[in-house]
């Protein structure tokens, strides 16, 4: 931009040189995401994403179809697993992302160092980055939203400009009316994808309000309507394929109150689409924690340096174009403290509210933060250049702009998720231990999502009857990694939900769970849990057992036998070999080291050859909060090794480590 009331300068380059700018952009950027992709499921939604888009089912409210579709659509790439496809998914709309930012800036600025730094900033930043390399709808929601946001940027930039002209031009009027339908027809595509998406509705109707001398008749609101309409027409897979008789669907949809009820995410309660909204009007006094948290999200991506960039930023764009500025400023408060309001407004934020809130949500907002530090940059650049220190004005510029790169080192250890097979070989391992035709109940979204995607799309253990709840404070059984139509003759007794009528085939030892059973859950007034490698095997209690003569020896016996054949199987050294702070990762690790110092237990008598040396051995389940029993362990020549493993694990694996909470 020039002097205030002008438009932004041409650019001082051809078209064939900014067009290369921009595919070097894009493909440097996708190139560093694909090195570091996660090469198997990750945690969290990556193994249901996964599931679902193979299938064309549905996933978790508020279902994602157009991710999904996009996902079924990469799934048919020659090349990696499909978890693997589904993560490019990721990586391409980061890339597009970031290249659409680098466009943003270049239109404003006009300096390729400028943009370039806005771009290197964002790709470094931890959220960023981390949401780059794995299975997740987050880039996707956040390349529709840039869409809107760039273009209505470039909309007004060049408003004031149009506004001192005394007549508007017909091609004016046609450039605005193509921005309208675009802006439609996004709309509707961004309520197929995440909710978070709709916020910037509130933005584009401010920049609609600065542009308001286009007055469109009644004949292009009505196109408009439609094209909106068309995009949101992509929803209605959830209703074609959402039904209870297909395969997989991680939500039923079978009529329109389901359809609106997945849409709308009303099953979280206060974290739905529509009452989140309500959360705007209730305890002011929590917006003051709402906006900390949010400056601790850009602390923990930004450095403090760059809040200085952002005044300059905001300073040049107040100067050269106000309606702008709070176009901008509009966007990063929506997206950011009032984001924050409705999901992050705890005084003392846990790790778990790090990792799916903070870590996620976020991103739009850091990445209208980085826009800002383009334009205070190019402040910066300006002033340098005023000086005319000729050499030092072009180089210094181009060094700074391509600093924040050294800070992918920093990423290469603490996001780098092509080591972390974690995940994927737990829920291996979770399967490989376990007898012929057994059943397995999966609590919370990990270790069922990870099981939907092993038994499903891996087809591996298919002998196993997988049976999903959300936790255990209520029953609610869901069979999708158990379908009646394979599983229905094998384990008949599961489907009526009648527990007197399974208690024959668990006193057979074909009931399982990775969690066990809390003395506080709804489970607890009908089954019990013994620890079982990385496993607990459920038991019926007494009041359900006509022989009471069937268990102790045999019970202890059948774990002894089970637990040192399931350690044949199980590979541990995953948990040494990961570098990310992936915070499920390292939870899913101390289930191993039970396991480890279990199987030490079993080899610890006088035929192993005791050491005389005696240790006390002590492990919390981090995914349940289980904390096994305080041993006594005779350590042996045979059992030393696992006790040294897990205690390896365990500090390799210690919470502290996790990035974001050490800002």
């Excluded at 987050?138 to 007549?167: D, G, H, K, P, Q």
């Excluded at 200085?308 to 174009?321: E, P, Q, R, T």
């Excluded at 059943?439 to 591996?460: C, E, H, P």
Aim: net charge positive; with cysteine.
């Amino acid at each position: 931009m020039q002097d205030k009331g002008r438009q932004c300068r041409p650019l001082l380059f051809n078209k064939h040189e900014y067009m290369r700018r921009y595919y070097l952009i894009f493909l440097s950027s996708f190139a560093v995401f694909i090195f570091f992709l996660t090469p198997n499921i990750n945690t969290g939604d990556g193994g249901e994403l996964a599931t679902a888009a193979w299938f064309l089912g549905t996933a978790h409210p508020s279902g994602y179809p157009l991710y999904l579709i996009i996902g079924k659509t990469f799934a048919f790439l020659p090349f990696g697993n499909i978890a693997f496809r589904a993560a490019i998914i990721s990586a391409l709309f980061s890339s597009l992302s970031l290249t659409l930012i680098f466009w943003l800036v270049l239109k404003l600025t006009t300096s390729s160092t400028a943009s370039l730094f806005a771009v290197t900033t964002l790709l470094v930043s931890y959220s960023y980055f981390t949401q780059s390399v794995v299975a997740k709808f987050y880039t996707l929601n956040l390349f529709l939203i840039l869409l809107l946001f760039s273009l209505w940027a470039i909309r007004l930039s060049s408003a004031e400009s149009r506004a001192s002209s005394v007549e508007r031009t017909g091609s004016n009027k046609q450039e605005d009316t193509r921005l309208l339908y675009f802006t439609m027809f996004i709309a509707g595509l961004i309520t197929a994808n995440h909710h978070t998406g709709i916020i910037i509705f509130g933005p584009v109707a401010a920049a609609w309000f600065f542009t308001k001398k286009f007055s469109p008749g009644l004949s292009t609101i009505f196109t408009g309507i439609a094209l909106f309409l068309a995009g949101f027409l992509v929803n209605s897979y959830l209703m074609v394929r959402g039904s209870s008789g297909h395969f997989f669907n991680a939500v039923y949809i079978d009529d329109f109150v389901d359809f609106n009820n997945v849409l709308t995410r009303s099953g979280y309660g206060s974290s739905g689409t529509i009452a989140s909204t309500t959360l705007f009007f209730h305890s002011f006094t929590a917006y003051w924690y709402a906006l900390i948290n949010f400056l601790s999200i850009l602390s923990s991506n930004f450095s403090y340096f760059s809040y200085l960039l952002f005044l300059a930023g905001s300073v040049y764009l107040i100067g050269n174009n106000p309606k702008l500025f709070v176009f901008v400023i509009l966007s990063l408060m929506l997206y950011g403290p009032l984001l924050a309001k409705m999901s992050l407004v705890s005084e003392k934020t846990s790790e778990t509210d790090y990792y799916i809130v903070a870590n996620q949500y976020f991103i739009p907002a850091l990445s209208f933060f980085s826009v800002m530090l383009g334009a205070g940059f190019y402040q910066c650049e300006k002033m340098l250049k005023a000086r005319e220190l000729k050499l030092l004005s072009k180089v210094l510029p181009a060094i700074l702009a391509l600093f924040p790169l050294i800070f992918v080192v920093s990423r290469a250890t603490d996001s780098n998720y092509r080591t972390d097979f974690v995940p994927y070989q737990f829920a291996k391992d979770t399967y490989s231990g376990l007898p012929f035709d057994s059943v397995i109940m999966t609590f919370g979204d990990n270790a069922s999502y990870q099981g939907w995607y092993l038994k499903l799309v891996g087809r591996y253990r298919e002998d196993i009857c997988q049976i999903a709840s959300g936790d255990q404070k209520k029953i609610n059984l869901m069979f999708q990694g158990c379908n009646k139509k394979v599983y229905g003759t094998v384990f008949p007794m599961f489907y009526s939900q009648n527990f007197n009528e399974m208690v024959p085939a668990i006193l057979k030892y074909r009931y399982y769970g990775t969690d066990p059973i809390k003395e506080t859950g709804a489970y607890k007034q009908f089954l019990y849990s013994k620890t079982l490698s990385v496993d607990y095997l459920y038991l019926p209690q007494d009041i359900f057992i006509k022989d009471k003569n069937y268990r102790g020896n045999e019970v202890n016996s059948f774990l002894s036998q089970t637990q040192l054949a399931a350690d044949k199987v199980i590979n541990s050294s995953v948990c040494l070999s990961h570098l990310t702070d992936d915070l499920f990762s390292r939870q899913i690790c101390s289930g191993y080291a039970i396991h480890l110092t279990n199987t030490a237990r079993l080899y610890s008598d006088e035929s192993y050859h005791r050491t005389g040396e005696k240790v006390k051995v002590q492990v919390r389940d981090m995914r349940s909060g289980y904390a096994q029993p305080l041993y006594t362990v005779d350590v042996t020549e045979k059992n030393r090794p696992y006790l040294e493993l897990s205690t390896h694990i365990l500090r390799f694996n210690k919470w502290p480590i996790l990035y974001m909470r050490g800002k």
